[in-house]
C-alpha cells in the first residue's frame, strides 16, 4: 500500500462519488478507479459497492476509513509540528559548558536582558554532540587541521586564592612551592581545571594535600573564604564579587595559566541566533581580558 492509495480512498469514502472526488484531488476519474482497484486488489477485499449512481463502502471499506482516520489526521499535523520545531530551533541556543560556567552564565543573563525571544539549553557534558557552542579548556590545545568548527582561544592567569588575614595575604607575589605543606581546596578531579592545577603543583614539585574537594565554584570560594585553606582561582572567569575574606596572589613561579576556549560547532554556524551570541560571548571575553590588563 502507497501513502498516496490511501489518501485517495479516504476522499472517496468521504464523499461516496468518484466524479466528485476526482475533482476534489484534481485528477482524471479513470486514474483515481485504477488506484482504487489496485488497493482493493493488494487488501484482497472490495471496499466499496455501487448505490444507484454512488458508490458506498463495503463493512471492509468501513474499517479501513476507521483505522486511517486517527493515522491521516496524525500524518497531516506533521508539517506543523515540523514547522514548530523549525521555529523554535531558530531561537534556541545550546550550550555545552565544561569550563568558565560562572562568566558563560552571567555573559547569558546580560545577553537575554535585551533578547526576550531566546531560549538556551545548558549542558555540562564532555559526550555532547549536539551543542551548538562548547566552552572547555585543555592544555596545549591546536584547532583541529581541516576542522569546519569556529574557534575563539582565550588565555587567563590563575592566580592563588587565600584567606584575607592569610600571611602571604600581603605579599605582591607568592611562588607555587612555598604552599606545598598548605591544605588545598579544590574542584573535583572531573573538572578540566583541576588537572591543570595538578600539573602546576607537580612543577612545582609536590602533591596538593586537597582538604576539600566540590564540583561546585561557589563552594570552593566559600570554603577558602572560611580560612579553611587555599586554592586556585582563574582571574576573571570567577566572579571577584564578596571578597572581602579572600586574597587572589599572582604566583611568580611557575607561571600558571588556562585556555578558555570557545568552539562554535559546524552545524551551528548557518544559525543567526546562534552566530549571534557567540560573537557576544567573544566580545564579552574580550573586554574582561582588557580590563584584567589596565586593573
Given amino acids: 500500500m502507497e501513502l498516496l492509495q490511501l489518501e485517495y480512498f479516504y476522499a472517496v469514502a468521504q464523499n461516496q462519488h468518484m466524479t466528485r472526488t476526482a475533482e476534489q ?7 483515481l478507479t485504477q488506484s482504487i482497484r489496485r488497493l482493493e486488489k493488494e487488501l484482497g477485499v472490495p471496499l466499496f459497492y455501487h448505490s444507484g449512481r454512488n458508490i458506498a463502502l463495503t463493512e ?13 489526521k496524525t500524518l497531516h499535523q506533521i508539517p506543523n509540528q515540523l514547522q514548530q520545531l523549525a521555529q523554535e530551533r531558530e531561537t534556541t541556543i545550546r550550550l555545552n559548558v565544561l569550563a568558565a560556567s560562572t562568566l558563560v552564565t552571567q555573559a547569558l543573563i546580560s545577553y537575554k ?3 526576550d525571544g531566546l531560549n538556551f539549553q545548558l549542558f555540562q557534558n564532555s559526550q555532547c554532540e549536539d551543542a551548538d557552542i562548547t566552552v572547555f579548556t585543555r592544555e596545549n590545545f591546536q584547532i583541529p587541521a581541516g576542522n569546519k568548527d569556529r574557534y575563539e582561544l582565550f588565555k587567563e592567569r590563575i592566580f592563588l586564592a587565600v584567606p584575607a588575614d592569610s600571611p602571604y595575604a600581603s605579599e605582591e607575589s607568592v611562588r607555587l612551592k612555598d604552599f606545598a605543606h598548605q591544605d588545598f581546596i579544590s574542584l573535583s578531579g572531573s573538572r578540566s581545571i583541576r588537572t591543570i592545577c595538578d600539573r602546576y603543583c607537580m612543577q612545582a614539585g609536590f602533591v596538593p594535600h ?8 561557589d563552594t570552593v570560594k566559600n570554603l577558602i573564604a572560611s580560612g579553611l585553606g587555599v586554592g586556585f582561582w582563574p582571574h576573571y572567569t570567577w566572579s571577584t564579587d564578596s571578597m572581602e575574606q579572600i586574597r587572589l596572589m599572582p604566583i611568580a613561579e611557575p607561571t600558571c595559566q588556562r585556555a578558555i576556549i570557545l568552539q562554535l560547532h559546524r552545524h551551528a554556524r548557518v544559525q543567526e541566533a546562534v552566530c549571534s551570541f557567540y560573537a557576544f560571548l567573544n566580545r564579552y571575553l574580550r573586554q574582561l581580558k582588557a580590563a584584567e590588563k589596565t586593573g
Avoid at 60 to 72: D, F, I, N, S
Avoid at 210 to 217: A, F, K, N, V
Wanted: charged share 15%; glycine share 4%; net charge negative.
Fill in 113 to 115: 536582558k535585551d533578547h
Fill in 25 to 31: 484531488l484534481h485528477i482524471a476519474q479513470p486514474s
Fill in 210 to 217: 586537597i582538604i576539600y574537594e566540590s564540583d561546585s565554584p
Fill in 60 to 72: 471492509y471499506g468501513v474499517a479501513l476509513q476507521e483505522a486511517l482516520t486517527p493515522v491521516l
